[in-house]
């Protein structure tokens, strides 16, 4: 039976999905509170929580994402899971930095709320349709921009080859060149990188997201 702490100031709100949660007797135990410091108050005398669900915007000195930093001390195997109105992408990103392994919207349904719980339990990571979004498009906004050195389809493949760590022999063998022509793409690599050797062009390489990480595997 999973242990589920609710932090919840808006009583109408809290005691609705309290019901909800009643709904399922025997999956669930519960407590409620209406603030970060009075269920920070309650760790020495209640059993641990597997899953915390809590609002951004709370009463009192410490909102939900402190909050979330302090219950990663106290309780670092429990589940953080926001439950909040607000969507936007500073609350939503520093939520999510600061440790929450879920970000729902109060505007889902309370059964939705319910299978998130469950999902979250079985090491998903929850959230609202419209949070996915948003944080797909904030960590795609976050990635480096890929740098055009103006390599060749040939020169791109040599230095695919020369991530992995590949002879000069090996990569002709592979390209099906001589020696000779990779020692002139090499050449050709060194100097649209600005570089001197191997180990700086292939650093810079990854660095600059000209070859991916794997390639390199």
């Given at each position: 039976?999973?242990?589920?702490?609710l932090?919840?100031?808006?009583?109408a709100f809290?005691?609705?999905?309290q019901?909800?949660?009643?709904l399922?007797?025997?999956?669930?135990?519960?407590?409620?509170?209406?603030?970060?410091e009075?269920?920070?108050?309650?760790?020495?005398?209640?059993?641990?929580?597997?899953?915390?669900?809590?609002d951004?915007?709370?009463?009192g000195g410490?909102?939900?994402?402190?909050?979330?930093?302090?219950?990663?001390?106290l309780?670092?195997?429990?589940?953080?899971l926001?439950?909040?109105?607000?969507?936007?992408?500073?609350?939503?990103?520093?939520?999510?930095?600061?440790?929450?392994?879920?970000y729902?919207?109060?505007?889902?349904?309370?059964?939705?709320?319910?299978?998130?719980?469950?999902?979250?339990?079985?090491?998903?990571?929850?959230?609202?349709?419209?949070i996915?979004?948003?944080?797909?498009?904030?960590?795609s906004?976050?990635?480096?921009?890929?740098k055009d050195?103006?390599l060749?389809?040939?020169?791109?493949?040599?230095?695919e080859?020369?991530?992995?760590g590949?002879?000069?022999?090996?990569?002709a063998?592979?390209?099906?060149?001589?020696r000779?022509t990779?020692?002139?793409?090499?050449?050709?690599?060194y100097?649209?990188?600005?570089?001197?050797?191997?180990?700086?062009?292939?650093?810079l390489?990854?660095?600059?997201?000209?070859?991916?990480?794997?390639?390199?595997?």
């Amino acid at each position: 039976m999973a242990t589920i702490w609710l932090i919840e100031d808006n009583v109408a709100f809290r005691d609705a999905m309290q019901f909800a949660l009643n709904l399922y007797p025997g999956r669930y135990t519960w407590r409620a509170f209406e603030s970060c410091e009075k269920a920070i108050s309650n760790f020495e005398e209640e059993s641990k929580p597997d899953v915390i669900l809590l609002d951004v915007d709370l009463p009192g000195g410490m909102d939900g994402i402190e909050g979330i930093q302090h219950f990663k001390k106290l309780a670092p195997d429990a589940v953080q899971l926001v439950l909040t109105v607000f969507e936007d992408d500073d609350k939503v990103f520093r939520a999510i930095c600061s440790g929450a392994s879920g970000y729902l919207l109060k505007s889902e349904t309370f059964s939705e709320i319910v299978a998130a719980i469950d999902q979250a339990l079985d090491g998903r990571a929850p959230m609202s349709p419209e949070i996915a979004r948003r944080v797909l498009s904030m960590f795609s906004r976050m990635a480096p921009e890929k740098k055009d050195y103006g390599l060749t389809e040939r020169e791109q493949a040599v230095l695919e080859l020369m991530v992995q760590g590949l002879s000069k022999k090996i990569i002709a063998d592979r390209l099906g060149i001589s020696r000779h022509t990779v020692g002139n793409f090499v050449r050709f690599i060194y100097k649209k990188l600005h570089v001197h050797c191997q180990t700086a062009a292939v650093s810079l390489a990854l660095r600059d997201g000209i070859v991916k990480h794997d390639s390199a595997n």
